[in-house]
């Protein structure tokens, strides 16, 4: 199983290589694996202590987030080499200021994962989520360098959990703690005999609740409002658009303002998402001097900023629900105490269910569906306050996974530190 693994792993870099000339995300991909140890080599120094953090991609990044910032608040001699396994986490998070390092992960070879190690040296490795690669994990127990998984979640339909998994149960079974977000989780793990688990939730609810305690000002955002209600539809595509259109421009009130941030930010998206609407639409890069408050649809074609407007939103709409990887991050939103909608497809995202069963986030199939939440959010304020409570409480409720972790952590940074 070992070698027809690495001989795959072979392969697909060189795969990947052609492919590259196809395709731009498969072309960075590639390139930016090109110079990866040499990055390492003049960044790293050697006198001091090293924690390696891996993310797949943006959205573990943010998971690990806060745990990046207790360790570099608590053990500030240590380095923190981070690496991303996708284009679309390094590429938004390159300049990253917190961590020493930051690298796309090399392929998962045999020779990549002892030079990396060697390289690195780190005290400690921790992945968040998922991401399990053999290759890298075999090299870590041979070091004898203990590794964390943090903020993972398992289904059971992972392959650890079927009868022919029991190779990558073996790697998996080299990881020294798991902390993981639910019971369910928990339970699936101690079912293949991997016990040293704990129960510490998902690092998330920390970092959206940092968010609120920042308070960062938009001023231009307070101007469009200017006291109207509003919605904010998050990280839509084009499928969320059309339904929100439909509303905006048969069914909403003229009290009612709306800011839709695109998930994909495209010169013809936004062109296109702006004709079809009728009423008076600015776009972020347009705004300028104008008097943001002439204006009822204020359309986001920046990245950024999403999570510092939902604070002066009154409902969130969030995107991504019509796609087949599913609705987008919905904790934002509930950290400010938001009803919050979606499209009808969530079920691998815990939280979401969650939020669903307790009726502070409503899930619509079509756009018949969506105006008549809408309008029911819009008229009742008993029936938003009631949602507005129930997904504040939820993040409250799910704070404190990352000192849980940390003090897991510490006892192993105070003692190499």
């Known amino acids: 199983m070992r070698f027809l693994y690495n001989l795959l ?22 390139a930016g694996r090109k110079n990866v140890f040499d990055e390492i080599k003049i960044s790293i120094d050697a006198k001091k202590p090293v924690v390696w953090i891996h993310a797949a991609s943006l959205g ?3 998971q690990g987030r806060p745990v990046i910032e207790e360790i570099k608040k608590e053990y500030p001699n240590y380095q923190i080499v981070l690496t991303f396994f996708s284009p679309s ?5 390159k300049d990253y200021e917190l961590v020493t390092t930051i690298c796309y992960l090399p392929m998962d070879t045999i020779g990549n994962a002892k030079k990396f190690l060697k390289m690195v040296e780190p005290k400690v490795a921790i992945f968040i ?5 053999p290759n890298y994990l075999n090299e870590l127990e041979k070091q004898n360098i203990p590794a964390f ?12 959990f079927k009868p022919y998994g029991f190779w990558m149960r073996k790697h998996l079974q080299t990881i020294q703690h798991f902390f993981v977000q639910d ?5 699936l793990l101690n079912s293949i005999n991997i016990n040293k688990v704990t129960v510490a939730g998902d690092t998330r609810f920390d970092r959206v609740q940092k968010l609120v305690e920042a308070n960062e000002k938009l001023p231009f955002v307070n101007d469009f409002k200017n006291e109207a209600y509003l919605l904010v ?4 595509w084009p499928e969320d658009e059309e339904q929100l259109v439909s509303y905006i421009n048969t069914k909403a009130s003229d009290k009612e303002k709306f800011i839709i941030a695109p998930h994909n930010v495209t010169k013809d998206g936004v062109l296109k998402l702006k004709n079809s609407l009728k009423k008076e639409v600015v776009l972020y890069s347009e705004m300028g001097s104008k008097d943001m408050s002439n204006y009822t649809v204020f359309i986001v074609d920046t990245i950024g900023i999403l999570s510092k407007i939902y604070a002066y939103a009154n409902v969130a709409y969030i995107g991504g629900g019509y796609t087949k990887s599913g609705v987008h991050n919905t904790l934002e939103a509930a950290t400010y105490g938001l009803p919050i909608v979606i499209g009808p497809n969530f079920k691998k995202f815990k939280e979401v269910q969650d939020l669903v069963a307790l009726e502070g986030c409503v899930s619509v199939a079509n756009a018949n569906e969506l105006s008549k939440v ?19 409480n939820y993040v409250a409720k799910n704070l404190g996974a990352t000192q849980k972790i940390m003090d897991s952590l510490s006892k192993i940074l105070t003692h190499e530190n």
Do not use: C, N
Request: aromatic content about 16%; proline content about 1%.
């Open 233 to 236: 539809a998050g990280s839509t």
């Open 374 to 392: 809408l309008q029911i959010i819009y008229q009742d304020a008993v029936v938003r306050l009631k949602k507005s409570g129930i997904t504040k």
């Open 129 to 133: 989520k998922y991401e399990f690669w």
């Open 183 to 187: 019971d369910v989780s928990k339970t």
């Open 149 to 160: 998984l943090i903020s993972g979640i398992f289904r059971e339909d992972q392959s650890f």
């Open 60 to 62: 573990e990044f943010e």
């Open 9 to 30: 792993i072979i392969m697909a870099s060189f795969v990947l290589k052609g492919v590259a000339f196809f395709s731009p995300k498969i072309k960075l991909f590639v």
């Open 89 to 93: 986490g390094y590429e938004i998070r």
